[in-house]
């Protein structure tokens, strides 16, 4: 497996990963291939974007993608999106690239990480697994 940047050129691959996880279970979500590809898009373009791609045998195995900002108590980053083909899940693909990415992000200067997840689901495990845990303050509200 190789780890590497993602860049745009590299979306449409990491696009079908991205559907592959996210159309199937436990997310049951409707993405499409463009729907999926702009919003891979719209992350590399951010201020401060950090993405990390792993790839085998020229397939996209995943992705992590991110952005770092500016907050009272120094450099944070969040986490935006973090995706593993279900036909590679559980082979240390996603905690690799988690753990590649926040060793940037160190690198970086970041002093905090966050990010969302789905309550009570098998991805919240994993991010508690890797040392992440319920914000104090926080909570997310949504509309409507």
């Excluded at 969302?116 to 495990?125: C, K, M, N, V, Y």
Aim: glycine share 10%; with cysteine; net charge neutral.
């Amino acid at each position: 497996m190789e780890l590497r940047p993602l860049t745009p050129g590299e979306v449409p691959a990491a696009a079908q990963t991205f559907v592959a996880t996210f159309n199937a279970a436990p997310w049951q979500e409707a993405w499409t291939l463009d729907t999926a590809g702009a919003c891979l898009s719209d992350l590399l373009a951010l201020p401060r974007a950090s993405a990390v791609g792993a790839w085998e045998d020229g397939q996209c195995l995943g992705a992590v993608l991110g952005h770092d900002s500016v907050k009272d108590h120094g450099l944070t980053h969040e986490i935006r999106e973090l995706f593993v083909h279900p036909q590679v899940q559980g082979r240390g693909v996603g905690r690799t690239l988690l753990t590649r990415h926040m060793a940037q992000a160190q690198e970086r200067g970041v002093n905090s990480l966050y990010l969302l997840t789905a309550r009570d689901s098998p991805a919240e495990g994993f991010y508690v697994a890797s040392g992440f845990r319920q914000a104090r303050r926080q909570t997310v509200l949504v509309r409507p």
